[in-house]
T-cell receptor
C-alpha cells in the first residue's frame, strides 16, 4: 500500500518561475517529512524537512508547507533554476530517525 | 570524501548466482539503512541497523536476502540465488543519532539476466 503519494509525475517550468510539488500521505502516525532530490545515476540528496509540529519550513529557495488536517505537504522552489531539473521524492517517517516511506517521485524540468 | 559510499556501483549477474554489496556509512553515523528502488518507484525500505544490531526487516526482505553490520561500521547485503525480479537499484543511507535526515550513497545497480 502506497502511504505516500505524489501525483502529476512530471512538471515543466520556466527558469525564474515557481515550481510547486505536492505530496499526500495516508498514515496519520507520520510526524516527520522530508524532500529529496535525485539526479540520474546518483543517490537521493536531502533537500529540506519539516516536523509535524510546524506548518512551514524555509531554506533559501526551498519552502515546505505542511497541512496536517489534509495530510498534505508541498514543496515550493522559487526561483527555479536549470540545475533544479531532477526527480523529487517526498518521504515520511514515524518518530524521526526511522525508516522512510517514499512517494514515486516527480520529474521536474526547468526550461532556460 | 566523507559521504556514504557503496561498492560496486554496477553488478550484472546471471539468475541463480549470489551477489554481495557493501556500504560504508558516514563514520559517526550509528544508524544504517538499506532501500531498494525499481524503475518508476520511490525507494522501498528493506532493513536497518543501529550500530551492529539489525533492528527491523521489511517483509520485502525474503529469506534469500541477508544483511550484516559486524562491527557497527560498514554493512553488507547479500542476495542468494538471484532472480530477475531482484534487478533494482540498492541504496544505502546513514544517519546520526538524534538527527532525522538520512544521507544516501550512490547506490548499486543490480541487473539479473
Amino acid at each position: 500500500d502506497q502511504q505516500v503519494k505524489q501525483n502529476s509525475p512530471s512538471l515543466s517550468v520556466q527558469e525564474g518561475r515557481i515550481s510547486i510539488l505536492n505530496c499526500d500521505y495516508t498514515n496519520s502516525m507520520f510526524d516527520y517529512f522530508l524532500w529529496y532530490k535525485k539526479y540520474p545515476a546518483e543517490g537521493p540528496t536531502f533537500l529540506i524537512s519539516i516536523s509535524s509540529i510546524k506548518d512551514k519550513n524555509e531554506d533559501g529557495r526551498f519552502t515546505v508547507f505542511l497541512n496536517k488536517s489534509a495530510k498534505h505537504l508541498s514543496l515550493h522552489i522559487v526561483p527555479s533554476q536549470p540545475g533544479d531539473s531532477a526527480v523529487y521524492f517526498c518521504a515520511a517517517s514515524v518518530g524521526g530517525n526511522n525508516r522512510l516511506a517514499f512517494g514515486k517521485g516527480n520529474q521536474v524540468v526547468v526550461i532556460p | 570524501d566523507t559521504g556514504v559510499s557503496q561498492d560496486p556501483r554496477h553488478k550484472i549477474t546471471k539468475r541463480g548466482q549470489n551477489v554481495t554489496f557493501r556500504c560504508d556509512p558516514i563514520s559517526e553515523h550509528n544508524r544504517l539503512y538499506w532501500y531498494r528502488q525499481t524503475l518508476g518507484q520511490g525507494p522501498e525500505f528493506l532493513t536497518y541497523f543501529q550500530n551492529e544490531a539489525q533492528l527491523e526487516k521489511s517483509r520485502l526482505l525474503s529469506d534469500r536476502f541477508s544483511a550484516e553490520r559486524p562491527k557497527g561500521s560498514f554493512s553488507t547485503l547479500e542476495i542468494q540465488r538471484t532472480e530477475q525480479g531482484d534487478s533494482a537499484m540498492y541504496l544505502c543511507a546513514s544517519v546520526m543519532a538524534l538527527y532525522n535526515e538520512q544521507f544516501f550513497g550512490p547506490g548499486t545497480r543490480l541487473t539479473v539476466l
